[in-house]
């Protein structure tokens, strides 16, 4: 009997050691960071990440919980984070653009007519999953909450929301290459693209088909979209619009709608939505960096947005513009150098960022479907009704497009213009496979 006291209480002992041996851990982890769900965290950074966060949040007008998880917060137009960067203290806000773009696009042709009576009458639409739950007034614009796990877990609480940086070609850049594909190939970046150049470029627009690609891991995101830019590659100005799938942005894989615009190569200025201040936002029916349904797959319907990116004569505001309806918000020409007066080149396409781009084994990252470029049944991604706004009054497709792919057998492209009444551009890839090790 007292053998077997004896016992309990060693094993009692041992208990309490261990409990003593664990807090004195945590109590050294505390001194040194600070748990989080499970995770530690400097004190630094978590210093930053409120510093960062009382920059961006609003006290909102209303608040809608999305099913998707995102939390939206409508907040007072006049009050939205745009006003934080030091250039637009004393901006003014432009409510509607000095010309209606809608009436523009109406005018380009029968073709073009027949396709917006169809698209209208078609179930292609794309909406956002937030609208399920709720709307935001007139008088503000719905804002995607950034969660304080988010910023957390950022490799760079300061860079949280911009595109990596890449100051080196990329090594698929060879010695026959012309000066414009050098200007548009990076390191670590893979592009399939339809471009233009050569003209003064106050708009460009497409409609591009919504898919949602595998990303592989999360410091890698895959884009489709329209842009605009000014510069040469290592410090050129651009804003660009289309849809993402980027979890270091957002903390998920859904696809979202976006917009994005840097000042000088990425390196210290620009960012994705609203992560920093710069764009200003005039609607409150979309929400930048918000997740959008239904989603194409391959052989089923296909489902698009509509995105347009046009200077605004009078303001030189670059708006952006979503379905033919929605004029969302603009960049002010007080951010930029180079784009204050125009563009110099346009793209059409998607994107992939991966420190594995160009390197064995290769990123399994998706680019468009996941498909190579298929122009016969129509399973990669597409961009269609491409067009672009010179000094002329009207849209028009480029009177020159060049294609370029960074990696021909991980993701390609195939520009369709003969037998059809109005060219197609179709490009993706599934990145890591037997011909891209």
Same mark, same amino acid.
């Given at each position: ?226 842009? #605009?830019?000014?510069?040469?590659? +290592?410090?050129?100005? @651009?804003? /660009?619009? =289309?849809?993402? !799938?980027?979890? &270091?942005?957002? %903390? ?82 007080? #951010?930029?150098?180079?784009?204050? +007066?125009?563009?110099? @080149?346009? /793209?059409? =396409?998607?994107? !992939?960022?991966? &420190?594995?781009? %160009? ?79």
């Amino acid at each position: 009997m007292g053998k077997g006291l004896c016992c309990g209480e060693v094993i009692r002992l041992r208990g309490m050691k261990m409990m003593v041996i664990m807090l004195g851990v945590t109590v050294t982890l505390i001194r040194f960071g600070v748990l989080v769900e499970g995770d530690l965290f400097s004190k630094q950074k978590i210093l930053e990440v409120e510093r960062k966060l009382t920059q961006l949040r609003r006290p909102a007008v209303k608040t809608i919980q999305s099913e998707d998880g995102d939390i939206i917060d409508c907040i007072d137009i006049y009050k939205q984070p745009a006003f934080g960067h030091p250039a637009l203290r004393n901006h003014t806000i432009q409510m509607a653009p000095t010309y209606d773009a809608t009436k523009e696009t109406k005018t380009m042709g029968k073709m073009d007519r027949w396709k917006k009576r169809n698209e209208e009458q078609s179930p292609t639409t794309v909406k956002q999953t937030w609208h399920k739950s709720g709307n935001c007034p007139q008088g503000t614009i719905p804002v995607r909450r950034i969660r304080k796990k988010e910023l957390l877990r950022a490799s760079s609480v300061k860079d949280h929301g911009r595109k990596k940086h890449s100051s080196t070609l990329s090594r698929h850049v060879s010695e026959f290459s012309d000066n414009k594909t050098v200007n548009l190939q990076r390191a670590n970046h893979s592009k399939a693209i339809l471009f233009t150049d050569g003209y003064r470029y106050n708009g460009a627009k497409g409609d591009i088909k919504v898919y949602n690609p595998a990303v592989e891991l999360d410091d890698e995101y895959s884009t489709s979209q329209v842009c #605009l830019i000014n510069g040469a590659y +290592y410090d050129f100005e @651009s804003v /660009e619009s =289309g849809w993402a !799938v980027n979890p &270091s942005v957002y %903390g998920d894989r859904q696809t979202r709608f976006f917009v994005y615009w840097t000042v000088d190569g990425s390196k210290k200025t620009g960012c994705f939505d609203l992560t920093c201040p710069g764009f200003v936002q005039t609607s409150h029916e979309i929400a930048l960096g918000a997740a959008i349904y239904p989603i194409s797959v391959p052989n089923g319907l296909p489902y698009q947005i509509i995105v347009y990116i046009y200077k605004d004569p009078v303001t030189s505001n670059w708006w952006v513009q979503y379905g033919e309806r929605i004029n969302v918000g603009y960049w002010p020409p007080e #951010l930029f150098v180079a784009l204050s +007066y125009h563009a110099t @080149s346009a /793209e059409w =396409g998607g994107e !992939v960022y991966s &420190s594995r781009v %160009g390197t064995t084994p290769h990123t399994k990252t998706d680019m468009g479907s996941g498909h190579f470029a298929d122009s016969v049944w129509g399973t990669s991604g597409a961009i269609r009704r491409i067009r672009i706004h010179e000094n002329s009054p009207g849209l028009k497709f480029p009177d020159i497009v060049t294609t370029l792919m960074d990696e021909f057998n991980c993701y390609n492209v195939r520009y369709l213009s003969d037998y059809v009444e109005d060219p197609e551009f179709y490009y993706g890839g599934p990145g890591r496979n037997y011909m891209c090790p």
